[in-house]
């Protein structure tokens, strides 16, 4: 389930991967098992008191990842930043291919795998990566080395108050290490990685370790999560992601390329209040959710209606409050749609101008997904036109602002990108285009407006996406250009001829090798 408009306004929880030398700081979730008795010489372990030593078969299955990776940069987004490296964890299942989590790999220019007792590294090849749920599968270009690791089996969601172990290589060690700590909930938490999608993740008190990132969180001798992230606002927590979760990433994956979770695209309000309840129409027997929001293009446009009250999904009635009864537990109705893959279809019984009727909603992937989340693994996109420097409104273009950008970024940026597609819905359907900076040079001095500038119109025309600004440049006749930015009535101008003169001369004298990725 994304969030598109909700990031965190500090960001308290953190990945756990260990990265020396590297700005940005992902820990991982620990956790252990507690099997009945301890587990024989060489056995997976069973629910209870685990003993003393890690049972070796778990040890032989537990990898640890070097990662080289490269980020391209989004301040200048021809340009790529310097070259780091990082280490996690992962875990070998069935088919011979080694779990992860998603952060571990990203933008990864180099995997090296090194097995149980074996100081020798391997290369690894990323066989998919899930950015919105964190996870990833790795697989060595060696064949048959993983044929004689053990494969670890896949278990279920432990039980409030149960102990669990996990596994990794804490603080970038080569040594394997394992804590445990007790299931103390579960619930839907937002995923660091991505900072705007929300799925399911447990929580445990056990000690939060980066290098962790990607290790296996072990119960009655089967994996019950992959430990992926802690918090900074609490001690002693960490989390890890359920089975279910990764299980539906397995499942994705089967036909060779990763889709991503499906997204309702509505919003809704609870109806606590009796009140609200009676004004929508609902008998005392009755509870739900009102539909406050339905965002074009989504899977519900055109099925639900600003208005609606759900009143159930998939057969579970929705509370008042928005949960459901799941596994013993309430959480929110967004976990039954999150257990769908894109194409599957969602049933809702709802409530709509006094009718109670059932709808069916075909489930797609949230509209441009691109723009909403950090980006991995893909270079920017931009235009370069007579030194100024165009890009989409994305979160990379936010984060050019800084560590803090929530907070730091341009309040005009930040109005065009969260708030006003709720409450100008024509722009939903558009992708929004950044002034971004200039590139200094005799066509462009003195130009007033120039830097973080949402573009509206050129020459009159309504901009609706990057390549659509493409396009309107290149075919214009006009002596001049005119950029109309949002908001606040500015413009900027160009001399077309002048600039278009001047653009190779530009590109060559800062460095840029092209004037454009599309």
């Known amino acids: 389930m994304r969030l598109p408009t909700s990031p965190l306004p500090i960001l308290v929880l953190v ?6 030398g590297l700005a940005a700081q992902k820990p991982p979730a620990t956790a252990e098992p507690q099997p009945a008795s301890p587990p024989a010489p060489g056995e997976l372990p069973g629910g209870g008191d685990l003993g003393e030593e890690a049972p070796p078969l778990i040890e032989r299955s537990v990898v640890r990842i070097v990662t080289y990776m490269q980020r391209a940069s989004w301040f200048s987004p021809w340009d790529m930043e310097g070259v780091s490296s990082g280490v996690g964890t992962g875990f070998v299942v069935e088919g011979g291919r080694v779990v992860t989590n998603a952060h571990v790999i990203a933008d990864a220019r180099m995997v090296l795998l090194f097995l149980y007792d ?46 669990v172990e996990t596994y990794g290589f804490p603080t970038g060690s080569d040594q394997l290490s394992s804590t445990r700590g007790v299931v103390s909930r579960v619930d839907l938490q937002v995923y660091v990685h991505s900072g705007v999608d929300r799925h399911l993740a447990v929580q445990t008190d056990a000690a939060i370790n980066p290098g962790n990132s990607g290790g296996p969180v072990v119960q009655d001798g089967k994996v019950v999560g992959v430990a992926f992230q802690g918090t900074d606002a609490l001690e002693n927590v960490g989390f890890f992601i359920p089975m279910e979760v990764l299980q539906h990433f397995l499942t994705d ?42 965002r074009r293009e989504s899977s519900a446009d055109g099925v639900l209606k600003v208005g609606d009250v759900l009143l159930a999904i998939d057969g579970k009635p929705i509370a008042d409050d928005g949960s459901v009864p799941v596994d013993g537990l309430r959480l929110p109705f967004g976990l039954l749609l999150d257990r769908h893959q894109i194409g599957d279809v969602a049933r809702f019984k709802i409530l709509r101008d006094g009718q109670r009727r059932e709808v069916a909603v075909p489930l797609r992937v949230f509209p441009r997904r691109e723009l909403y989340g950090t980006p991995y693994d893909r270079l920017p996109r931009y235009f ?80 609706q996406d990057l390549n659509d600004l493409v396009r309107t440049i290149e075919s214009s006749q006009d002596r001049f250009l005119v950029f109309e930015f949002s908001g606040s009535g500015h413009f900027s101008v160009l001399d077309r001829e002048a600039a278009q003169a001047a653009n190779q001369t530009i590109l060559t004298t800062y460095g840029v090798p092209k004037d454009r990725n599309l």
Do not use: C
Request: charged share 25%.
């Open 15 to 20: 990945s756990l991967l260990f990265l020396p």
């Open 118 to 163: 074996d100081p020798v590294p391997h290369e690894a090849r990323v066989v998919a990566a899930g950015h919105d749920a964190d996870l990833a599968l790795v697989e060595p270009v060696e064949p048959h080395l993983l044929d004689d690791v053990p494969k670890l089996q896949l278990g279920g969601l432990p039980k409030l108050r149960t102990v």
């Open 253 to 294: 994956v089967k036909d060779g390329s990763y889709d991503g979770y499906p997204d309702l695209g509505a919003f809704s309000a609870t109806l606590e209040n009796p009140v609200q309840r009676k004004a929508a129409g609902m008998s005392d027997k009755e509870s739900g959710v009102l539909v406050s929001f339905v």
């Open 384 to 463: 370069v036109y007579g030194g100024l420097i165009f890009v989409p409104l994305d979160q990379g273009m936010l984060e050019t602002f800084g560590q803090h950008w929530f907070s730091e970024a341009d309040r005009q940026v930040m109005y065009e990108y969260f708030y006003r597609p709720y409450e100008d819905p024509s722009v939903q359907t558009r992708e929004r285009v950044v002034m971004l900076r200039r590139l200094d040079h005799p066509v462009n001095t003195n130009m007033a407006w120039y830097r973080n500038q949402v573009l509206e119109k050129v020459n009159g025309k309504e901009v």
